[in-house]
């Protein structure tokens, strides 16, 4: 298929995924929701959790949290997304599109534009909100820069993971599959306090979770203190690519479904 098959149909797809979403409160509510939930009430009501001996984060914890539900909201805006093409296919739309795209792969591809769009609202948003809750940034132009575009990077790993449970499912009844275990890559890391300071299972499921890497990386920016930019970088670019090939696997199967 010719390049421009690709664009022109990631174009479409992305287009109509976009203005949906937009003109739609009962689908931008959730995914920004979730997220500022997490914020107001983990920055505020911990916020003594600076004081605690062996917290050596000197941004302050409310940027601490927002380097958390940074990624979150990137997240979300990814998994979110995927409920999009599940619904489209239970609806029907998915199969009709596919018989009227001269590229398929053009497919997922507007998919994750939709996502992109999504998180960059999402994340504008929450920005917001937190530099009104007092979020000091000490990172220069280039930490902020590595900062998005490493939580970009994981908003187009949910997108593709959870379009491959949708296209293989084709199905509304997806969503806990899609859903639950980036709720556990998120949840199994250092959240609310300094991977330093976890202990028990939670300690050793974070040193195996890679998003712990990308957390740290995220907060490293935030304070001017880049750390573990490299490794952060290679495995989300590694979870992008076999996720790109779960997607691929999953485009086949509703291919051969339809």
């Known amino acids: 298929m010719s390049r421009g098959g690709f664009i022109s149909v990631a174009r479409g797809v992305g287009w109509r995924n976009i203005h949906n979403w937009f003109t739609n409160p009962a689908m931008v509510i959730p995914g920004l929701l979730f997220p500022l939930f997490f914020f107001t009430a983990f920055a505020g009501g911990l916020s003594r ?6 917290f050596d984060y ?3 914890y409310t940027t601490f949290v927002y380097g958390f539900v940074l990624l979150q909201a990137a997240a979300f805006g990814g998994v979110f997304t995927s409920f999009s093409v599940a619904r489209d296919f239970e609806s029907g739309f998915s199969r009709r599109l596919m018989l009227a795209a001269g590229n398929r792969l053009g497919i997922v591809g507007g998919y994750w534009l939709a996502a992109l769009a999504r998180s960059a609202f999402n994340i504008a948003a929450i920005t917001v909100v937190a530099l009104l809750a007092g979020l000091t940034i000490d990172g220069n132009v280039v930490d902020l820069a590595g900062l998005y575009v490493l939580v970009l990077l994981v908003n187009a790993f949910a997108m593709l ?3 491959g449970v949708a296209m293989r499912l084709r199905t509304m009844q997806a969503g806990p599959a899609i859903q639950v275990p980036f709720f556990l890559l998120l949840f199994l890391a250092p959240v609310w306090v300094p991977y330093d300071l976890l202990t028990g299972w939670v300690e050793a499921a974070a040193a195996f979770n890679p998003i712990t890497l990308v957390l740290e990386a995220n907060r490293g920016f935030l304070a001017g203190d880049p750390v573990k930019v490299l490794p ?10 076999v996720s790109m090939l779960w997607a691929r696997g999953g485009l086949r ?3 051969r479904a339809a």
Do not use: K, Y
């Open 161 to 163: 993971a959870g379009a």
């Open 58 to 60: 000197d941004a302050g």
């Open 232 to 241: 952060a970088f290679l495995i989300v670019v590694a979870l992008i690519g």
């Open 49 to 54: 959790v600076d004081s605690v001996p062996g």
């Open 253 to 255: 199967s509703a291919e």
